[in-house]
């Protein structure tokens, strides 16, 4: 069975920072882009950051986090990470990852971040950023 589990949300005051992890089971990530996106209640699901898969690993950013999330992966642990810095009362959601496996090398360095494109979605973990 193919799952993505997410770990590392939290409270945290504005200014500090935070890593969310995303962790494959039953499949090996290489071949696969990973996005990051969030939802707060009410509003459209948000797309955060996405990497191309192993070997290329073209990162892509919202311009909402530009300049202070990080997203990064870890072929031996299975694994994709956001690291969220300068946090912002603003950046409260809950962080979905997802996965889509690449189309092929042709497509190596290009990632989405719509949601509609990805197939695989972890179950969520809340990130509120408040004093």
């Known amino acids: 069975q193919l799952q993505l589990v997410e770990s590392g949300g939290g409270l945290v005051q504005p200014g500090g920072s935070l890593g969310l992890s995303c962790t494959a089971s039953?499949?090996?990530?290489?071949?696969?882009?990973i996005g990051w996106f969030r939802q707060v209640p009410g509003k459209e699901r948000e797309g955060v950051s996405c990497?191309?898969?192993?070997?290329?690993?073209?990162?892509y950013y919202a311009d909402s986090v530009k300049g202070r999330f990080t997203v990064s992966r870890d072929v031996a642990k299975n694994t994709v990470y956001l690291r969220m810095n300068s946090l912002k009362a603003e950046d409260t959601a809950v962080y979905f990852c997802?996965?889509?496996?690449?189309?092929?090398?042709?497509?190596?360095?290009?990632?989405?971040?719509?949601?509609?494109?990805?197939?695989?979605w972890g179950q969520g973990t809340q990130v509120t950023v408040s004093s």
């Open positions: 039953g499949f090996a990530l290489d071949f696969y882009n």
């Open positions: 997802a996965a889509v496996r690449s189309p092929g090398p042709a497509s190596a360095y290009v990632c989405s971040m719509e949601g509609s494109d990805y197939d695989y």
């Open positions: 990497i191309t898969v192993s070997g290329a690993e073209s990162t």
